[in-house]
């Protein structure tokens, strides 16, 4: 199976961006997913997570109210709704198959990367 990001970028700061993560080769139903963002140089961040059913999610606190994750299990595909962005969301995107809380350690399948950039 392999996840194939799209929909990064470049913004303003206040703007809208969504992002997908379609899946091939293999349904995701049965995964919880989360999407990731890095920016050279730190360490890999959790952004938001969804579990297998879409009925549970989890946000990091810098995007809570902002950033809304979403799937359709039918287009075996994942949504990050990005809105009112600022400088400092500006990273590459990933997003991953396995769980949907904050330890990258417990996803096991990880997309390609989609660019965001935000200017102010």
């Known amino acids: 199976v392999q996840l194939q990001a799209s929909g990064g970028g470049s913004v303003q700061a206040g703007g809208s961006l969504r992002l997908s993560c379609a899946a091939s080769?293999?349904?995701?139903?049965?995964?919880?997913m989360g999407w990731f963002r890095q920016v050279p140089g730190k360490e890999r961040e959790f952004v938001a997570g969804?579990?297998?059913?879409?009925?549970?999610?989890n946000y990091a606190d810098s995007v809570k109210g902002r950033f809304t994750i979403s799937r359709s299990n039918a287009k075996n595909t994942v949504y990050l709704q990005m809105s009112s962005l600022k400088p400092e969301d500006a990273a590459v995107y990933y997003c991953?198959?396995?769980?949907?809380?904050?330890?990258?350690?417990?996803?096991?399948?990880w997309g390609q990367g989609t660019l965001v950039t935000v200017s102010s």
């Open positions: 080769g293999r349904t995701l139903i049965s995964y919880g």
């Open positions: 991953a198959a396995g769980n949907y809380d904050s330890n990258y350690r417990r996803y096991n399948l």
């Open positions: 969804i579990s297998w059913s879409g009925a549970n999610m």
